[in-house]
Nanobody, 123 residues
Framework: QVQLVESGGGSVQAGGSLRLSCAASGYIYSMNCMGWFRQAPGKEREGVAAIYTGGSRLYAEFVQGRFTISQDNAKNTVSLQMNSLKPEDTAVYYC?????????????????WGQGTQVTVSS
């Protein structure tokens, strides 16, 4: 089993920045990738960014150039730096781990999930 704990959510005005972190514990040695997802009220969960253990990254089009995913393998953490935030970025953000190849930005491709952290961007 793998446990994931997110932190760093909060409220910010449009144009501001937030940094989310996800700490992984448990049997993490077989994980091949980690990702960030978000879910706004009334909408489906969607992929935001993902990173393989080798360092390759993938981003959803709507965050290209604004968000950056990174990992610290020594600390078993993955972070999401979010800049130039927009009101439409408001959602609960989830960390996920251990994906199937080709499913890195698809919720169905992940085996483990955190509880989520709220991000609210006001105009």
């Amino acid at each position: 089993q793998v446990q994931l704990v997110e932190s760093g959510g909060g409220s910010v005005q449009a144009g501001g920045s937030l940094r989310l972190s996800c700490a992984a514990s448990g049997y993490i040695y077989s994980m091949n990738c980690m990702g960030w997802f978000r879910q706004a009220p009334g909408k489906e969960r969607e992929g935001v960014a993902a990173i393989y253990t080798g360092g390759s990254r993938l981003y959803a089009e709507f965050v290209q150039g604004r968000f950056t995913i990174s990992q610290d393998n020594a600390k078993n953490t993955v972070s999401l730096q979010m800049n130039s935030l927009k009101p439409e970025d408001t959602a609960v953000y989830y960390c996920a781990a251990d994906c199937r190849a080709g499913w890195v930005l698809e919720p169905a491709g992940y085996n483990y999930w955190g509880q989520g952290t709220q991000v609210t961007v006001s105009s």
